[in-house]
């Protein structure tokens, strides 16, 4: 029963309470180290029988928990602060239950429960009751359920009366809170100036304070919205100084948006060279981080399983039962890492304000995320295989009658590297390559792949068509042209150029996925080594095709003027000597 003292020595329970005391005015509590503390604390009370305080350091354990991604232990902390709630404890150890409950559904993303939980809460509160942070805590948590539930007026209406009660309230923390807050629903409407402005307010807080962590926060925030706006110069000087706080604090989450932020803003300015170098730190924090959290969930599943284990033991339960159990609980485990991985573990741990701004973030960042996954899948496939691989998580592969294959190889390549820095060159290749993808796409070939300083791709495929031996044809002219211009204009540059084989050949490949990982779609068969013949036969600044293609496109006829015209002109060239094939039929193709 609460108010009696049971086997506890009184500088055990003195220690108790000057503990527990701390931690509720330390808001920013470290989530592993209050466990620890916690966990001693309702040991102490549990001895002198004195729920009401178990009570209030269960509230405590749930919020770590929830910091932690853990929210099925964050549930049941919570769960047990009501259970030793009586009549004769302090009322607030009430609303912080309810603060806790509701944070909890707000990392599941159960908005409207979040909210109804405020509404319940608020309406017991009692204006005298201190702290008010309980208070401002519960309609945070009400502002941000309405803001991910779309209703930003509600929302921005609610951080208005937060800001209003912390001022009047004297409560610098969670009137900075509010006010980022604020910036994050003008941000979120689209009002960058208003955004900036409250955004300015909070670092100017916190700067008076020298809560430089806070600053880092507003220095994101602001260097985020130049970024939204293009102003990337404005956006790097402001992530930047967020950046060297930020590593000197050793605060990991936002090291790793802003590294990623960072490359992001390099690459708008056309600086590649440093977009790939902060891309690399990014991905490497992001392990590190998604290392530590996986290190903390197993940790904690194998302490959950060998704490069920003792129990099941000590009830003589058979063991095949104790490992459903288990399975069921990393089921729910599972649950918790995504969750944890995609909204909690890189939100809370910088507080409560943070958490709006980062659902926001994340959502366009899942739907950025998603689009880049398709974007890249269909840079690696074509469209048609892309989607069976998709649905049946697989391609099969497939052997296509008529396909035409185009090769394409720089004269004197080696010569020319020798010439340019590794830089340049791969700037040159990236420059060529680029736009012939561009002509492959306006032509309806498939880019196939690049080996060195080859480029080959493919009409006919992934679908048949009647027209790809033409497509083929035109996309090489096209891409004899974009070399022949680089050309001029590196000569009257005085520098070195390249100059262009192309050749061209049409039969039957097979075509489908290769690897498992790093996996590409890839063509086989003696097509591809004829085509290559043809381009390796060939003449710089010439497209030769074989008498296959030749056939095919002979009497390809275009309108011109209004009137029907042969597409092409042809040169002969008989019967020319190619590696491994012999003698072989070829022409040169111009356009008419």
Not at 227 to 239: E, I, K, Q, T
Not at 384 to 395: D, H, S, Y
Not at 464 to 483: C, E, G, S, Y
Request: with cysteine.
């Amino acid at each position: 029963m609460n108010g009696q003292q049971g086997a506890v020595s009184p500088i055990d329970l003195a220690w108790a309470d000057s503990v527990s005391a701390e931690l509720e005015q330390n808001r920013a509590r470290p989530p592993a180290r209050t466990l620890a503390l916690t966990e001693r604390l309702l040991r102490i009370y549990g001895q002198a029988l004195d729920t009401c305080r178990m009570g209030r350091v269960s509230t405590f354990r749930s919020r770590s928990f929830e910091q932690l991604g853990q929210l099925d232990s964050a549930m049941t902390a919570m769960q047990r602060s009501f259970d030793y709630f009586r009549p004769g404890c302090d009322s607030l150890g009430l609303m912080r239950a309810y603060l806790a409950k509701s944070n909890i559904h707000l990392s599941l993303l159960e908005n409207a429960k979040a909210d109804s939980i405020g509404s319940v809460a608020l309406a017991l509160w009692n204006p005298a009751w201190k702290p008010a942070s309980i208070r401002n805590g519960l309609v945070t948590n009400q502002a941000i359920a309405r803001a991910n539930a779309g209703d930003l007026d509600g929302a921005l209406a609610a951080f208005r009366t937060v800001y209003r009660l912390a001022t009047k309230d004297n409560d610098h923390y969670d009137a900075d809170g509010a006010l980022t807050n604020i910036g994050v629903i003008k941000e979120m409407s689209g009002d960058i100036d208003s955004s900036d402005h409250y955004y300015r307010l909070a670092f100017s807080a916190a700067r008076e304070k020298g809560d430089s962590i806070f600053m880092v926060k507003q220095w994101m925030n602001l260097g985020y919205n130049r970024a939204v706006v293009g102003d990337h110069r404005a956006a790097l000087n402001l992530m930047d100084s967020a950046l060297a706080v930020a590593t000197r604090k050793g605060m990991l989450e936002e090291r790793v948006n802003l590294e990623k932020w960072i490359s992001d803003s390099f690459l708008a300015l056309g600086r590649s060279d440093r977009a790939v170098d902060h891309l690399r730190v990014h991905l490497a924090l992001k392990d590190s981080l998604l290392g530590i959290e996986r290190v903390k969930v197993l940790a904690e599943m194998q302490e959950k399983y060998e704490s069920e284990k003792k129990e099941k033991e000590i009830l003589g339960l058979k063991a095949d039962n104790l490992e459903k159990d288990l399975r069921d609980e990393q089921r729910i485990r599972a649950r918790n890492i995504y969750i944890s991985i995609g909204v909690v573990a890189l939100i809370l741990s910088v507080g409560l304000w943070s958490r709006l701004r980062y659902v926001h973030r994340a959502k366009s960042a899942i739907q950025k995320e998603k689009d880049i996954s398709e974007g890249l899948l269909l840079n690696i496939l074509p469209e048609e295989v892309a989607a069976e691989l998709k649905a049946k998580g697989e391609a099969e592969a497939r052997l296509i009658d008529e396909v035409t294959v185009l090769f394409t190889d720089f004269k004197g390549f080696t010569a020319i590297s020798e010439k340019l820095s590794p830089k340049e060159l791969v700037r040159d290749i990236h420059e060529c390559f680029s736009a012939f993808d561009l002509i492959m796409e306006e032509n309806g070939m498939e880019k196939i792949k690049t080996i060195g300083d080859a480029y080959m791709a493919a009409g006919g495929l992934p679908v048949a068509n009647a027209t790809h031996a033409a497509d083929a044809v035109r996309a090489a002219l096209a891409l004899r042209d974009f070399i022949e211009q680089g050309k001029r204009d590196k000569i009257a540059r005085g520098l070195p150029y390249f100059e262009v084989r192309i050749g061209i050949h049409t039969g039957p490949v097979v075509a489908g996925i290769v690897g498992v990982k790093k996996f590409a779609y890839d063509i086989w068969g003696d097509t591809v080594n004829t085509a290559s013949r043809m381009e390796s036969s060939g003449e710089p600044g010439r497209v030769n095709i074989s008498e296959a293609t030749y056939a095919l496109v002979r009497e390809v006829k275009e309108v011109r003027d209004g009137r029907e015209v042969p597409a092409f002109e042809f040169t002969p060239r008989g019967k020319v000597q190619a590696k491994g094939k012999g003698e072989v039929e070829m022409w040169f193709v111009e356009r008419a």
